[in-house]
């Protein structure tokens, strides 16, 4: 729940590639648009990288 009290779900992946028994890599993924809508986010501002 978020500071506006509304719920939001959505899915994820992590992914981890071990080497020689340590961790070398996690990638991680969600459907950030579908959690932008939820929550009411302006997309279109949530698309446009800044810098």
């Given amino acids: 729940m978020n500071p ?3 719920k939001a ?3 994820a992946t992590g992914t981890f590639r071990v080497e ?3 961790l070398a ?3 991680k993924d ?3 648009l579908s959690m932008w ?3 009411g986010w302006p997309i ?3 698309l446009t990288q800044k810098g």
């Fill in 4 to 6: 506006t009290g509304k």
């Fill in 44 to 46: 279109e501002e949530c």
């Fill in 20 to 22: 020689n028994g340590k």
């Fill in 9 to 11: 779900q959505w899915t």
């Fill in 25 to 27: 890599e996690f990638i």
């Fill in 37 to 39: 809508e939820q929550f």
């Fill in 30 to 32: 969600w459907n950030k």
